[in-house]
C-alpha cells in the first residue's frame, strides 16, 4: 500500500502530535479540550488512513511504534511551523506592531516619500517607519550590510548583494534661470556652471549625458539639498538637472525655465533596493505592498 502522507489534514496531525506527546490518550484529550474516547476515534481513523500502526499498548502504557516515532518527527516540525504560520498571518490581520527601517536619497525623501507615508500612517498607524536620509552609495551600503530593510533611491546603483528593481519613473530635466530662456545649451554651460545636488549615482548619467553631447561644464558645485540647488539657480550662480517633479512648481510658476531641447531632458528613474538574502517579515511585506501603488 502506498501511504498518501499529502491526505493526511492537519487536525489528525494535531491529535496525533498530542498523544504521542504526552503517551496518553486522557492527556491529549485535556489539551484538545476533547473526551478521551473522540481522541481514540480521531487517532484509528488516520492509522486506518495509513494503514499502519502508530501506538502500542503495554498494559495501561502507551507507547510509539517504530512508524509512530518516524511520524511524530515530522509531526512536530509541522506543529511548530503551523504555529509560526498562524503568528505571521496574524500580524498579517491587524500589524498592531513592527518597524520599517527606509532609507532615501534627499531628493526621493524630500519630494516621492512625504505623500506615501502620509498615507501609509492613516493605513498602518501602528507601524514605525524609521526613515534615514544619505547619499545613495551610503544607504546602497546600509542595505546591503543590513543597517536598512529597503532604500528608494534615484538612479541606477553598483552593489553586488542588493536586488534592484524600478519603481517610478522621474526624469532628470535641465533647468535654468528665467531670464535665460531662449539661450542654447551650449551657450548656457559656457555661462554657468553645473550644480549636481550630492555624490549620488546619477551624476555619472549626467556627466556621460554632457560628453555624449560634445559638453564641457564648468567647475562643478556640489550641494546636497534640492531646495537650496533651485534658490541657486534661481539666483543665477549656475544651472542644473533636476527631477521633473522637484521642479513642478517652480516651472508652472516661473520661477524657473526648462532649457529647450530634446538633449535637455535624461531618463531617470527610482529604483527599489532591498538586499538579496533580505527576510520579508510581515510588516516590510505590507509596506512594501502598499507602496508599489505608486509605481
Not at 511551523?81 to 531628493?107: P, T, W
Not at 551650449?186 to 549626467?206: A, G, M, R
Request: charged share 25%; hydrophobic share 40%.
Amino acid at each position: 500500500m502506498v501511504v498518501q502522507l499529502t491526505d493526511l489534514i492537519l487536525n489528525q496531525l494535531r491529535f496525533f502530535h498530542s498523544v504521542a506527546r504526552h503517551l496518553s490518550y486522557s492527556k491529549a484529550g485535556e489539551e484538545l479540550n476533547l473526551s478521551q474516547p473522540a481522541v481514540s476515534r480521531q487517532i484509528a481513523s488516520l492509522e486506518k488512513s495509513l494503514g499502519l500502526d502508530l501506538f502500542s499498548q503495554r498494559g495501561r502504557q502507551v507507547i510509539l511504534t517504530d512508524a509512530g516515532r518516524s511520524l511524530y518527527d515530522y509531526a512536530d516540525r509541522i506543529m511548530i511551523l503551523a504555529q509560526q504560520a498562524s503568528r505571521a498571518m496574524d500580524q498579517f490581520h491587524d500589524l498592531e506592531r513592527g518597524e520599517v527601517r527606509l532609507g532615501a536619497s534627499s531628493i526621493v525623501g524630500s519630494y516621492l516619500l512625504p505623500s506615501i507615508l502620509k498615507e501609509f500612517y492613516s493605513r498602518f498607524p501602528n507601524i514605525k517607519v524609521s526613515l534615514t536620509i544619505d547619499n545613495d552609495l551610503q544607504i546602497a551600503r546600509s542595505v546591503e550590510e543590513g543597517e536598512l530593510d529597503l532604500a528608494l533611491l534615484l538612479g541606477p546603483v553598483e552593489a553586488d548583494n542588493v536586488h534592484i528593481e524600478r519603481f517610478a519613473q522621474d526624469d532628470l530635466i535641465l533647468v535654468c534661470p528665467t531670464s535665460d530662456d531662449g539661450l542654447p545649451m551650449n551657450t548656457l554651460f559656457s555661462k554657468y556652471p553645473l550644480i549636481i545636488w550630492e555624490k549620488c549615482s546619477s551624476d555619472h548619467n549626467i556627466k556621460e549625458h554632457l560628453s555624449g553631447q560634445g559638453i564641457t561644464t564648468k567647475l562643478f558645485m556640489e550641494i546636497p539639498d534640492a531646495e537650496v540647488i533651485k534658490r541657486f539657480v534661481m539666483s543665477g550662480i549656475g544651472i542644473a538637472f533636476l527631477p521633473s517633479r522637484v521642479v513642478e512648481e517652480e516651472l508652472a510658476f516661473k520661477m524657473l525655465q526648462k532649457v529647450k531641447g530634446d538633449e535637455t531632458t535624461l531618463p531617470c528613474w527610482v529604483y527599489l533596493i532591498t538586499a538579496k538574502d533580505q527576510h520579508y517579515c510581515p510588516t516590510l511585506l505590507a509596506f512594501m505592498n502598499f507602496i508599489r501603488k505608486y509605481q
